[in-house]
């Protein structure tokens, strides 16, 4: 069994070692436009040593916005600057995946000029998100009721994927993930709780993962299968999205995907946002559904990594935290050198503290 350190084929990509930098919302785009910047470049650079580079989630459209400050990938000037970061991580001799997102309902009127945002239904929810207070600082503040995206705007959402799929090719990116998790617009759609519909797009989980599996299939022909992934975390319920049978939705997902022959499936577990932690017997069940590359995610450290490795269940891991806070994360694994920790409350928004003056080891 390979180790961590070891390269990875992953579709159109050879990774040259396993231990992947997951997508980490960490808002500091630029505004007015949402647009990645030279700080943005830095931090993605200091990070080109992991196998792959995934970005923080991007907006594929505005109506796909959820927090303050964060990077879209719908307009020139937000491709302008995804380009120079994805110019700078390739010198850096490093991979660059764009993380394709729409937050549905996890969003605020103040980002949609006083609209709710969309969502499968139109349910009531408790949740919050992260806005622009008054003193320009980040707040938070509750999500309101979303409205139900109408059948005939589903094509309309297709095509957005498609156009930031085709953007993210000419930013420069070597791969992009679909971000299907988390509660995010592809899962309230999967998840029965948050999808209410009487169309084709609800009702039996056929139905209900039917968006996803038409995202992924606009997203493959807007490119091609081998430069796609997409993120999953059919178990858990982060942002509100219970599923009590995600196992079994998210095996049929996996089985649906298979077929679609992509770079690679990334799990995102329970344990990640404070839950448990996920058993093998999921993760054989999802190996066996689907032969091509697994990520797994979710407090991650090298011990846990490895043994899932060794067991053939996941093919590389994706390390969040302990990216934010460790630049050259692969070879503080493999030299075995201690860890800087990292500072929760420079996570989301602000400058260069806590996001580029973390050290390399000396
Ligand atoms: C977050 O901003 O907390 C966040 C964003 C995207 C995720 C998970 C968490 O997939």
């Not at 110019?87 to 969003?107: M, N, P, T």
């Not at 999808?195 to 797009?201: H, K, L, P």
């Amino acid at each position: 069994m390979p180790t961590l350190f070891e390269p990875l084929s992953l579709g159109a990509v050879t990774t040259p070692n396993r231990v992947f930098m997951a997508p980490l919302t960490r808002m500091r785009a630029t505004q007015p436009g949402d647009v990645p910047n030279d700080l943005m470049r830095n931090y993605y650079t200091q990070r080109a040593s992991a196998g792959l580079v995934i970005s923080e989630g991007t907006q594929i459209s505005p109506e796909g916005k959820g927090y303050m400050d964060t990077p879209g990938i719908h307009s020139d000037e937000q491709v302008a600057g995804w380009r120079t970061i994805t110019d700078a991580v390739h010198a850096a001799g490093g991979l660059i995946a764009a993380q394709l997102w729409h937050v549905g309902r996890v969003s605020h009127e103040s980002f949609h000029d006083g609209e709710p945002p969309v969502s499968a239904s139109a349910a009531p929810y408790r949740n919050r998100t992260t806005i622009r207070g008054e003193d320009g600082r980040p707040t938070r503040a509750s999500c309101p009721t979303p409205r139900a995206l109408e059948l005939d705007e589903i094509a309309r959402l297709l095509e957005d994927y498609r156009r930031a799929t085709i953007n993210a090719r000419d930013a420069g990116f070597d791969l992009v993930e679909i971000h299907g998790a988390h509660g995010y617009l592809l899962h309230q759609f999967l998840s029965p709780d948050s999808n209410q519909r009487e169309d084709r797009y609800g009702g039996s989980l056929a139905n209900r993962a039917r968006l996803m599996l038409e995202v992924t299939d606009a997203v493959v022909g807007a490119w091609t299968s081998e430069r796609v992934g997409i993120r999953i975390s059919p178990i858990g319920s982060f942002n509100g999205t219970e599923d009590p049978d995600g196992a079994e939705s998210g095996l049929y997902v996996a089985r649906e995907l298979a077929r679609r022959d992509l770079a690679f499936l990334h799990l995102s577990e329970p344990d990640w946002a404070g839950g448990p932690q996920l058993d093998d017997g999921f993760r054989r069940e999802l190996r066996a559904t689907h032969p091509g590359p697994i990520i797994g995610a979710g407090n991650y450290d090298a011990d846990k990594a490895q043994r899932l490795l060794d067991a053939g269940l996941i093919d590389a891991a994706a390390f969040g935290r302990a990216f934010i806070a460790n630049p050259d994360l692969p070879r503080r694994l493999e030299d075995e050198l201690q860890l800087n920790a990292p500072d929760p409350d420079t996570f989301y928004g602000g400058n260069e503290a806590g996001y580029t003056d973390y050290p390399v080891y000396a």
